[in-house]
């Protein structure tokens, strides 16, 4: 069964402009979680979507947003970028209503805010 | 504030030995812990996980343990292989089973096993 995939792997932007990025969970899952992981704060949870719907949300500023479609697939967006949101952008999947442990991680985006 | 600590950045260890990983935390209301693996250019994988309700939880090579009144965890491996060199992060929840999918994590430990 193939695993979270994440689109792009990497990424170069200029600061002030948006990106978006995409998650795709494992077939059958209906949760998406994003994290950032950065070397200075280790890994920070951004949102988790169930449903199409936001479940729970980290502290983050209303900058980062995120959506998911019905097939499950998770999109995130960065708007006005900072040099700061350079970073790992992890996304897991998992059913949704099972223990922490059955959620599975993608490989990530690496961005880069220039 | 960072709710969930790895104060050793990293941690070297000889193949058949014990590797030891501390975590500690500081908010009362976790009641679920997991310890992921990550490789480079790879997501974090799950190792192992503890409920509030447990003090010690077993998964082969791998054991878990809790302390609630020091708000300590530790993750013990043997023995160590080469294989089992990567970062491990510990992480934390509240609600745990339920529909809380918010896992606060620490920054890692970087093991490295020496053949």
């Known amino acids: 069964k193939a695993g979270v995939t994440q689109t792009p792997r990497y990424l170069i932007k200029t600061r002030g402009q948006q990106v978006t990025l995409s998650c795709s969970p494992i077939s059958g899952h209906r949760s998406v979680s994003w994290y950032q992981q950065t070397p200075g704060q280790g890994l920070q949870f951004l949102f988790e979507y169930f449903s199409e719907t936001q479940r729970n949300k980290g502290n983050f500023p209303g900058r980062f947003s995120g959506r998911q479609f019905s097939n499950s697939r998770s999109e995130m967006n960065v708007s006005t970028l900072e040099l700061g949101d350079s970073a790992l952008y992890l996304c897991a999947s998992s059913l949704g209503q099972t223990p922490l442990n059955e959620q599975y991680f993608g490989p990530g985006t690496r961005l880069t805010v220039t | 504030d960072q709710q969930v600590k790895q104060n050793s950045p990293s941690l070297s260890v000889q193949e058949g030995r014990i590797s030891i990983l501390n975590c500690d935390y500081t908010?009362?209301?976790?009641?679920?812990f997991l310890w992921y693996k990550k490789y480079p250019a790879e997501g974090p994988t799950f190792l192992i996980s503890i409920s509030s309700i447990k003090d010690k939880n077993e998964d082969g090579r791998f054991t878990v343990f809790l302390n609630k009144s020091a708000k300590h965890l530790s993750l013990h491996i043997v023995p160590s292989q080469p294989g089992d060199s990567a970062v491990y992060f510990c992480?934390?929840?509240?609600?745990?089973?339920?529909?809380?999918?918010?896992?606060?994590f620490g920054k890692g430990t970087l093991l490295t096993v020496n053949p």
């Open positions: 908010n009362s209301m976790f009641d679920y």
């Open positions: 992480a934390a929840s509240e609600n745990s089973g339920g529909s809380n999918y918010k896992l606060t």
